[in-house]
């Protein structure tokens, strides 16, 4: 039977804790309990800080005192966070809804060959190290020269056409490893259905040198096969055969997987990864390993294992996402912060936010529990982000001085760029980079008194800082594996399934039956549009008309 979370109908407010956490959150809107005192306490920033070797998290700037975090501790001990995230990995059936296991974990759980992951009574490891032999022998062959194009030349540019989990978490992998390894094949997103998309990517490539990679695992997700069409017609207008330029990563027997429409290659994913997690399949790994060997992405892969196993077995006190999950809560359920801001000092980071916003509001906004009950309010907040400093010079006046929200600070200590560094004020850019997120983390918290009101900042105003030593694919590997568990502990805790998504089925529904009206139109231009609503009415004559006039 599985556990209640908080957000249950029969346990939120049931649960002592529930109410001991709503008590103590009511404190902390009185004057003692005020950042700029919490700060202050001896010890405050040993005791609220963690790390592994890999990753740094100092949550001394949060608004928790040691009676909160205790507090915390034994609602996921009451929800039984580490045991269902134990089951997660185990290969037992946590997503519910779908009544399937949800085993990312396991495609970077290969290195110890005799090990294995199980779901039901089936062993699924062979099948991910074939899979993974698959993506090592195609991509070594591209980066030899013995998979050529239609023309004979050699690749140097793959779009991955895919949208979502087929894109998002590649998409940050690949720009941040590309700033310390220089890629062999360029990389390109074609996420987006919009023509224009498609107009900026083949603005910047060789057809004859151009591979293709279809990311989905039903191959019938709408934009992906629009794009898919376009793609098809781009090769042919060039006189190339789509045969000779199209890669695959779908489901076996899947459309995308069937002989009777060759491809060069089709690479399979699992049910039991979901597209959000789905980074260290295959929906990641080809374009990777594409981009910059199979080994790196190994090393990614390592890196992921290295938190998957500090996730399964630190204590709860000293275990990094589970205690970055539980100040999440805090924040949002007793707190009642709207949102949430995710702020990487790092150019190399700046497809971190995207990434993490599919990743959590996917998975966490749902209004009902593991056994289809409403919740006693929705799960899940709103997350953004923008790197540093340029965040500050664009919605860092709200964050001082509007309606706050936490905000999660991430470092790298060392740079990509290994070159001369000039020097102004006295120090260099990555000096500078540090001093201003060292700055927003105090500022947020201590604020500043002035007579003026427009120059005064309340400060209380709570903030995590991350750290990791730098943007290799150990470090990077790291860091995706913490949001990922984390994001899961949060749904553990709350008492939803954090690997669903129905929310994204209503509006392809309707976009169905205006897709038909539209098809209609295009066979015959008598076809009319009165019979429907003003609205879809008036937008779909403007569509074909193409003026506002």
Known sequence: MLPKGLLHPDMSHNLGIFSKLTEQAACFGTE???LKHLIRQPQRFSDFSLKTKELFLDFSRQR???????????LAKETEACQSFSDMAAGRIVNTTEKRAALHTGARNFFNNTIELKIGNMDVSPEISRVNNEIKNFSSAIHQGTIKGSTGKAFTHAVVIGIGGSYLGCEFAFKALKQSIDPKINIHFLPNVDIDNFNSVIKIINPETCLWIVISKSYTTTETMANLAQAQ???????LSPKNHLVTVTAQGSPGDDPSNPVLAAFHMFDFIGGRFSVTSAVGGLPLSLAFGFDNFERFLKGCHNMDTHA???????????MAALISIWNTFFLNYPAQAIIPYSSGLSKLAPHVQQLSMESLGKHASTDGRFLTRPGGTIIFG?????????????????????????????????G?????????NHQELWANMIAQTLALAIGKEDEAPAKSFTGNRPSSLILINDLSPENLGNLLSFYEAKTVFEGFILGINPFDQFGVELGKVLASDIRKEIQLKNKSMDHGFDHLDDTRKFYLKTLFKGSLE
């Open 312 to 322: 399964l077995t630190a204590p709860e006190p000293k275990n990094i996402p589970l």
């Open 386 to 418: 923008e790197p540093g400093t340029n965040a500050q010079h664009s919605f860092f006046q709200l964050a001082h001085q509007g309606q706050a929200f936490p905000m999660e600070f991430i470092g790298v200590i060392n740079p990509a760029y290994g």
């Open 420 to 428: 001369e560094c000039a020097k102004s004020k006295g120090v260099n």
């Open 32 to 34: 003692p309990y005020h």
């Open 64 to 74: 928790v005192d040691a009676d909160v975090l205790q507090d915390l501790i034994i």
């Open 233 to 239: 017609l781009f090769l042919k207008t060039h006189g």
